[in-house]
C-alpha cells in the first residue's frame, strides 16, 4: 500500500491520479491533498477519499471546509502546499501543482526522503539544479510524471546511462500546428484551448500551442537525465503515438509507444517498477492508425522552443526568469490582456533584459521570480 500525497487535485493531472487511486484501492491511499480554488471539486474528492489533511489557496475556503468535515484538518496557502507534501504518513508525492509556486514544497519532500512523482515542471525549470542535488543528497527519487519524460524513462530502463547518445523528444505541434507565424494574429483563446490530441490544464494547452511546453520539456529532460542541450531533440509527431525515444551509441532507438493518455505515465510513476492494468486503458493498435508522421521543428515558427534552449544553454536564473515570464504571459493571454502572439515576444524581452547568476540559491530564485512577474505585469500596463 503506497501512501499519497497529493498536490493540485482538482486539475487535469490531478484528478486523473484519483481516478487511479480509486480504482486501485488496495494500492495506494490518499493521505493528503491540495487544491486551488475549485472548492466543489475539493468536496467531492474529500467525500470520496477522506484524506487526513487537505489544503487550499485561500484562508476562507479552509474554514468553511473545516466545518464540513471535522474529522480531516485544513489548512492553506504557499505553507499548506508544505504541509501536504510533507505529510508524516506519505511515502510518495504526486506534484500537480500548476507553476514555480511548486518548488518550496517538493524540495520539503525531498528533505523528508519522499518519493517524488513529478508533473509539476515548472520547478524543475526554475531551480532543477536545487531539486536534483538535494533529491541525491536525502536519497529521494524523482519519477517523471509528463508523458515524454516517463517514455525516455522507461526506454533507459536496464540501459548504461553511458551509452546514451541522444534523447528524442516528439511534439503533437498544439492546437495552431497548421497555422503560419503570421495566421496567429488575432487568434483567440478558445483556438489556442482546441488541442488535437489531449486534454490537458489552460496554462499547459496554451504552452503547446506556443511550442513553450516542449521548451520546458527540453529542459525538464536535461535536468531529469543529465543529457547536453546538444543532445537533446525535438521532432514533430502528429499523432502522439511514440511519446519520446532513446538513441544509444550503435545507432539503435527505444521508443516508448501508446494510445495517449496521461493516466499511463501517471500510474507508471506510482506503480515503478511495477506495471498493473490500467482500468479502461486503450490498446494500442498500429494497423488502424495505418501512418505515423514526422517532421523537423521550425525554429522561426516556434520561436518560445528557440528560446528555451537558449536559456538552457546559459543557465542560472534566466531559466526562472524565462518560466516566470511564461507562466505570467499565459495567465494574462488567458485573462483577455495579450495576444497569442505577445507571449513570446514578452518571454523575448524579458531574457534580452535578464542579468544572469549563475547557480543560483533559492532566495535568489524566488526574488528572480517575483520580479521577473511584476516586470512582466508593467509591460502590460
Ligand atoms: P490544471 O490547471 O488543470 O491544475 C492545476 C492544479 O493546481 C489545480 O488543482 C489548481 O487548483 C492548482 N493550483 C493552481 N494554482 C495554484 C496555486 N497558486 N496554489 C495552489 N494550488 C494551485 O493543470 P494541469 O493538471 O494541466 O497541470 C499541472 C502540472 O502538470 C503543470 O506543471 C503541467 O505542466 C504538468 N503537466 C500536465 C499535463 C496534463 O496532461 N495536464 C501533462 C504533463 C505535465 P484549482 O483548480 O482548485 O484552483
Ligand atoms: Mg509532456
Avoid: C
Avoid at 72 to 96: C, I, K, M, Q, R
Avoid at 142 to 170: C, W, Y
Avoid at 244 to 250: A, C, I, L, T
Avoid at 317 to 329: K, W
Amino acid at each position: 500500500m503506497k501512501k499519497i500525497s497529493l498536490l493540485g487535485a482538482t486539475g487535469s493531472i490531478g484528478l486523473q491520479t484519483i481516478d487511479i487511486i480509486t480504482a486501485n484501492p488496495e494500492d495506494f491511499q490518499l493521505v493528503a491533498l491540495s487544491a486551488g480554488r475549485n472548492i466543489d471539486k475539493t468536496r467531492e474528492i474529500i467525500k470520496q477519499l477522506k484524506p487526513a489533511l487537505v489544503s487550499v489557496q485561500d484562508a476562507k475556503d479552509a474554514q468553511v471546509l473545516q466545518q464540513e468535515f471535522p474529522t480531516s484538518t485544513f489548512t492553506y496557502g504557499a505553507e499548506g502546499l508544505v504541509e501536504v507534501a510533507t505529510h508524516p504518513d506519505t511515502t510518495v508525492l504526486v506534484n500537480a501543482v500548476l507553476g514555480s509556486v511548486g518548488l518550496a514544497s517538493t524540495l520539503a519532500a525531498i528533505k523528508m526522503s519522499k518519493t517524488i512523482a513529478i508533473a509539476n515542471k515548472e520547478t524543475l525549470v526554475t531551480a532543477g539544479h536545487l531539486v536534483m542535488a538535494a533529491a541525491k543528497q536525502y536519497n529521494a527519487p524523482i519519477l517523471p510524471v509528463d508523458s515524454e519524460h516517463s517514455a525516455l524513462f522507461q526506454a533507459m530502463n536496464g540501459e548504461n546511462p553511458k551509452n546514451i547518445s541522444r534523447l528524442i523528444i516528439t511534439a503533437s505541434g498544439g492546437s495552431f500546428r497548421d497555422k503560419t507565424r503570421d495566421e496567429l494574429i488575432g487568434v483567440t483563446v478558445k483556438d489556442a484551448l482546441n488541442h488535437p490530441n489531449w486534454s490537458m490544464g489552460a496554462k499547459i494547452t496554451i504552452d503547446s500551442a506556443t511550442m513553450m511546453n516542449k521548451g520546458l520539456e527540453v529542459i525538464e529532460a536535461h535536468v531529469l537525465f543529465d543529457m547536453p542541450y546538444d543532445d537533446i531533440d525535438v521532432v514533430l509527431h502528429r499523432e502522439s503515438i511514440i511519446h519520446s525515444m532513446v538513441e544509444f551509441d550503435d545507432t539503435s532507438v527505444i521508443a516508448q509507444l501508446g494510445t495517449p493518455d496521461m493516466r499511463v505515465p501517471i500510474q507508471y510513476a506510482l506503480t515503478y517498477p511495477n506495471r498493473i492494468p490500467l482500468q479502461g486503458g486503450k490498446r494500442l493498435n498500429l494497423a488502424e492508425i495505418g501512418k505515423l508522421h514526422f517532421e523537423e521543428m521550425n525554429f522561426k515558427r516556434y520561436k518560445a522552443l528557440q528560446l528555451a534552449y537558449d536559456a538552457g544553454r546559459t543557465g542560472g536564473t534566466i531559466l526562472t526568469a524565462m518560466n516566470a515570464a511564461n507562466e505570467a504571459a499565459v495567465a494574462a493571454f488567458l485573462r483577455g490582456e495579450i495576444s497569442f502572439l505577445a507571449i513570446d515576444e514578452m518571454i523575448e524581452r524579458i531574457m534580452h533584459e535578464h542579468s544572469t547568476i549563475a547557480q543560483p540559491d533559492l532566495e535568489t530564485i524566488l526574488a528572480v521570480d517575483s520580479e521577473t512577474r511584476k516586470r512582466v505585469a508593467d509591460m502590460i500596463k
